[in-house]
């Protein structure tokens, strides 16, 4: 491939397309990132009308084609420029062209729209490695890029390569694949998050179903007759001494087991014995779940606290708090008429130990039975960090929805 410098009439340059006349290897100068980029070009080119570092162009036919330079060429355009020195190639593959577009994605970095359609170009010329080689992503993400595209389809046109990334690792979920490509950019990698810890704990308890059967305890779907021992969702959980013929059964509450052992066939658990071993399991399972994500939504708070962030609706609850001022706070408030006082950090966190249920109870009371004042606290403060920001995991989303099921039933 030779290559010799020209001045070319600006009026003889066109975008390189594809057999379908689309415009390939160019910027989308809708968006107002890419216009700002073209107009600031044109201001540093003002006083000699071209740019420091010549286009590249490939010879097709009596015009041009470009190969690298959009940009400047647009600028040049927005001058009035007629004519400029460029480097011009008698032929060059559409493969190269893409090549050389995601090899130099370095002085002003494409939109992240625009360097997933050029890798996704890429993918159409070479095997996951070699599109790995050209863009500098490992080949494990190359190859999820391709699965995202194969499954999401044209609506890969409209993402991110680290979104699709996240699609390509749900590639084989549908339900997945399904709410990553329905949500917003911004949104996708709270829901990739969710289907991760999902994953996670679907792997472990298929885990832990395999180390139970290892003990002896065989996962069953009916325990008919058979009283319950304890509930678990880690091994660790499980007591030393267990009477002969313990089985496990999962719960309603996933990733936890119930393990139950016979009755004596002369004392047969009652049904009300039996409903009342299903309330206990579930109340010591939300309990869990509860005590995991107070260690959440305190690491959370933490970091807004060290942040400086405002926490409107966080500072809202104390505000409205009728216990936010100890005794000697009070005394001084209605000795000097004052009202009220700027919501302060101590304040917040005090606010929050108070209706996160520090004790660690949960919702539930130790017979299953809802604590209305517990509901009301968790609605309100999941409620107020929610609008403040924070993103609730599927556990934390479903201790909500039983506290708000609690209230609407104590109504």
């Known amino acids: 491939m030779s290559a010799v410098i020209e001045t070319v009439s600006i009026e003889d340059v066109y975008p390189l397309v594809d057999e379908f006349g689309n415009d390939l290897a160019r910027r989308d100068y809708t968006l107002k990132e890419n216009q700002a980029y073209v107009q600031e070009l044109a201001r540093s080119m003002r006083s000699k009308g071209i740019p420091d570092e010549m286009v590249t162009l490939v010879r097709d036919g009596g015009i041009y084609r470009i190969k690298a330079g959009n940009s400047r060429i647009m600028a040049m355009k ?56 050209v863009s500098g992503l490992t080949v494990e993400k190359a190859a999820k890029v391709r699965r995202a595209a194969k499954v999401v389809e044209d609506a890969a046109d409209d993402m991110s390569l680290m979104r699709l990334i996240a699609i390509g690792e749900f590639a084989d979920d549908p339900e997945a694949v399904k709410a990553l490509t329905n949500c917003s950019e911004r949104e996708y990698q709270t829901v990739a998050k969710r289907f991760e810890a999902r994953r996670k704990k679907e792997s472990a308890a298929t885990d832990l179903a395999a180390e139970l ?108 708090s009728d216990n936010r001022h100890a005794p000697l706070v009070k005394t001084f408030l209605e000795a000097t008429g004052t009202k009220r006082l700027n919501v302060g950090h101590s304040e917040i966190v005090l606010l929050f130990e108070s209706m996160n249920d520090a004790p660690g109870c949960g919702i539930l009371d130790g017979t299953g039975k809802p604590r209305p004042k517990a509901c009301e606290r968790y609605i309100a403060l999941m409620d107020a960090m929610e609008a403040d920001g924070y993103e609730p995991d599927e556990d934390e989303q479903a201790i909500y929805q039983k506290a708000t099921d609690c209230m609407e039933a104590t109504k």
């Open 78 to 133: 927005e001058l009035g420029t007629k004519t400029f020195p460029a480097i011009v190639e008698d032929e060059s593959t559409l493969q190269a062209v893409i090549e050389t577009v995601v090899r130099t994605n370095t002085k002003k970095k494409y939109e992240a729209v625009e360097e997933s359609r050029f890798v996704r170009q890429l993918a159409m010329f070479g095997t996951d490695e070699y599109v790995a080689e």
């Open 213 to 320: 059967a290892a003990r002896g305890i065989a996962v069953v779907d009916d325990a008919q007759g058979m009283a319950m021992v304890c509930n678990l969702n880690k091994i660790a959980q499980l007591p030393e001494d267990l009477p002969d013929g313990c089985v496990a059964m999962r719960h309603s509450i996933p990733g936890f087991f119930m393990i139950l052992a016979p009755a004596p066939e002369e004392e047969p658990p009652a049904p009300e014995q039996v409903e009342e071993d299903s309330a206990r399991a579930e109340a010591e399972a939300m309990a869990e779940l509860y005590a995991e994500g107070t260690g959440n939504r305190r690491a959370w708070l933490a970091e807004q606290l060290a942040a400086q962030s405002l926490l409107p609706n966080l500072s809202r609850l104390v505000a409205e």
